[in-house]
Structure formats: C-alpha cells, structure tokens
C-alpha cells in the first residue's frame, strides 16, 4: 500500500485535497457514453464483448461495470463512426465484428497512445514535379 505524504495548507484558505482517483473526469459510464453516442447501453456492451474477444488489449482496459477509460471510449467511438457510415441494410452484428475484427490487430494500446502524442504520423513525398507560375 503506498503511503500518502501530508499535505500542508496555508492558514485560513480552503484547499481541495487530492485523492487517487481524481481521474474520474475522463472516465465516463456507459450510460453517459450511449447519450452521446446515441446507442443503447445494450449495444455498446455487445461491442464491448466483441472487443474481448478480438482485441489483444482490451481485455486489459475494460472492466465490467464501471466506467470506461479513454481507450474504451475511443473503441466504441470508432465502431460507432463505422456504423454510422454503413448502409442501413447492412446485416449488423456481421459487420461490427468484420470491422473489429480486421482493426483490432491494428488499433492497440500502444498505437492508441502514439496517436494520442502525434507520433504517429505518416510522411507524404513530393513528386520532382515542377511547378508553374500561373498568371
């Protein structure tokens, strides 16, 4: 168990102590998430699962009932976005798990935080094209 140094405060201010788990902010519960998302609770749940079994990190950022951290957000953000681009009469359940499953070896934890730092960038090359001066 980590000890927690004392923190001093200036006499006659108020000061919020800091608690391990202040992170909460950027968590947010499935319900919070569906709204934004426009889904379901029950849809996102099936995609979490989908993540499970597909996903090589996942299972290491999700944790049943409790809220989802970034990684998970960004996940079912992306499923989301595929979705939404897909036609309606598309066959649902088949294609989410297509799609997470061609983009789960890809989408890792550690590229997630590579994208998150913008090191993962790709370089365009430039033609040797020449250049006109239109007048």
């Known amino acids: 168990m980590d000890t927690i140094e004392p923190e001093i405060i200036p006499d006659g201010r108020r000061v919020k102590l800091l608690r391990d788990g202040d992170k ?3 968590y947010k519960p499935v319900g919070v998430l569906a709204v934004e998302l426009k889904r379901k609770p029950k849809t996102l749940r099936e995609w979490a699962k989908l993540l499970l079994t597909y996903s090589p990190d996942f299972y290491q950022h999700f944790k049943l009932r409790t809220a989802y951290n970034p990684y998970v957000q960004e996940w079912l953000t992306r499923i989301n976005n595929y979705d939404i681009t897909e036609p309606a009469s598309a066959p649902r359940p088949k294609i989410i798990e297509d799609y997470v499953q061609l983009n789960a070896p890809i989408f890792t934890f550690e590229n997630y935080l ?4 913008n090191e993962y ?3 365009q090359k430039i033609d040797n094209a020449k250049l006109s001066k239109v007048a």
């Open 24 to 26: 909460k902010s950027v």
């Open 114 to 117: 590579q994208e998150l730092t």
């Open 121 to 123: 960038t790709t370089e």
